[in-house]
């Protein structure tokens, strides 16, 4: 269920580095699915801060695309009561009015009426309406975020749902420099965030991607190969509106990318994750365009190497010359250097008592020749 | 033709005449004479050195496109900045982060020599001297014997240890090398535009002039994540592109190595080919997934890969002949943790069993020269 992901964020951050950092990348597609992932991480998260399993003590959500409520209410189905809710979680809430025009109007209609009727301030929503300021936003989530009360450390997470939407008010400087300092900053334990990618440029997701050390794509489960974009087949719609694949990659502090496979589903009011079948993994031949053969020796093959005997008469050590001739007769002192010098070339000869590992095997074809004879096989054509 | 290891790079019949051909083969600390007039200085790292045909070129630009999973270009960049402080050249760094001076604790440490380091060194000394003793016994028509490689590299073993040093990435440099340095910290991170960089390079580069002997000090240049998210003037790429130009144009008349990080990622496909284009020497970092088996059926020496360099181009100069290198894909290890090694991909053998990989530090050094076909 997304648990390594859920499982970095809880760990946190170590000191001396920057919080982990999450990028959930959704598309157009598999819209209500990632969605779905977003809440659904959220509320992990937030069941294991409230248990104390995790290194913050709060979760603050910046809520750009969904009322606070939507929130509150799936946390709550996932077994988080009031009082664990009330501790643990708050919600800037930049959804109801971002721009401040419903105070604007309130307070036209209402001239002298000083009261703000808009804040429904309960306990863990606050109200944000400026949010093209984002040096403001900063000092908000850092204010709601050291509310937290609790022994130790006061760490505390983010979740910023959605970075689309604020990218409608924001540039992407002003936003990437909002997350870097929020990761950077010593009280915050963990971040996360959702971007829909095909709502931007290419390299706008991929700036965001390059901020994070874990990056999560739901992607549609099938694609409609005729045209991703027109309704024409309604049944492909319908696959991808109920079930998506969760890729993870999870950047590791060595340099190397895990690749972690899932698939998710929505089931009745809740969002449930599976481990993924086999999936097919090409190795990615553009990775490694050369690879050469190394042919280099170890230790062990050059000593092994060494202890060959030469299929030559002096094998420079100062014995006698034996020459093996396959039948296991007994070495005789000398046999002619002639004979023997131009048949080197094919018969590959080894001495009988060969050394432990360099050892050539040569059996005759056939024991019934004559050794070493120079007859010419040929002479019994009669041409 | 036979030749140690590769070194036909930039070989070409004519050469500009320099005052004292062997002599001042190494001119001021740091700086390497190379054919062509071209001087080198060190990257940090001795197998990229190697790769690169001497170091990277004095008067160029070196671009590294980070990739967004993996953190290698840091490496890199640390081990260009330490060479430069125990060569104690002047260096200008610049990163995308508040406080650029944090990032000078993290440069590394020289390896400390120990005795597997010097018996390394002795095997390396020794291949080379056979190669002489045997170059002594044949007799060798005189106009081959410029393709053999550094002659002096026996004579100048000392020199030689000294151009390039080996670094260990888990010590940090010590503070003394560091204060009494001439090292300026510029951040571009709450910068507007680029024109602020602009002026502390050109301050920093006009007290580098390039004159002809070779032997003045070199600078250094390293800017660190030039177009990452969080710089204000992130999204306005002809000002960066115009930024990289004078820069470039700066250096060539200076006696300075300037090298950029990148993430290309961030860039339009159009300006990315922009930035490529303007590099001189163009390296890549690309990273590796993790226990990925078919990576692991693939290759030798998996295991203790980090991440691969990609060499794209290889800077040149005076000269019409292009740098060809033998691989361009490098895969970046760690030896023994602590310092980097670069060594060319090995198919593994195919029936299963990893063969075993090279002992040696670098796989075409010390050895090739026994091996060469």
Redesign the interface.
Known sequence: MAEAVVRCLRDGRLDGEHAPALAVEGSLQCCPLAAGAMLHIAAAFASLVAAGKAQARGLVVVAFDRSPLVYLEFMRRRGLDTNALDRCVRILDCYSDPLGWKQKIQNQQHQGNSAKQFSTNKENITVYRSVKDVTKLMSSITELGGGFEGEGKKYFSVAVDSISSMLRHA????I??L??NLR?HEQVSSIFWMIHSDLH???VP??????STMVACVEPALVDPVCGESPGNLSVLEQNYSKAKFIV?L??R??????LYEDLYIEGNDIKFDSAPSVS???NQS??????????L????RSDRANVVLPFEHQGNGEPIRIYDGRRSLPEAQHDLSLTAPALVDEIKAPKSGTAKGEIHYFRDSDDEQPDSDEDPDDDLDI | MAAAGGRTLGRSSFSRATSNPVTSSYGAAGVKIGPNGAAFVSSGIPDLDRILGGGFLLGSVVMIMEDADAPHHLLLLRCFMSQGVVHKQPLLFSGAMKEPRLFLGTLPAQVSSSKEDGRHRAMGAAASSDGRANDEGLRIAWQYKKYFGDDSRAEHKDNKQEFSNDFDLRKPLERHLLNGQNIECVSIQDADSLSGLQDCCSAFLSKLPRKDAGSLTAGRIAIQSLCAPQCRYFEKDWDMVSFIRSLKAMVRSSNSVAVITFPSTVLSNSFCKRWQHLADTLLSIKAIPDEDKDLAKLLTGYQDMVGFLHVHKVAQTNSQVPVILEASTLSLKLRKRRSLVLERLNQAPVDGSSGPSSAASSSCSSQGSQLDF
Not at chain 1, 171 to 174: A, D, E, I, R, T
């Open positions: 540039s992407v400087p002003s990437s420099g997350l870097t950077s440029e290419p390299k991929r700036a965001f991607e390059c901020l990659r950047k590791r060595n340099g190397r990318v895990k690749h993994i090409e190795v990775l490694v365009p050369k690879a050469q053969f190394n042919l280099e170890s230790e062990k093959e």
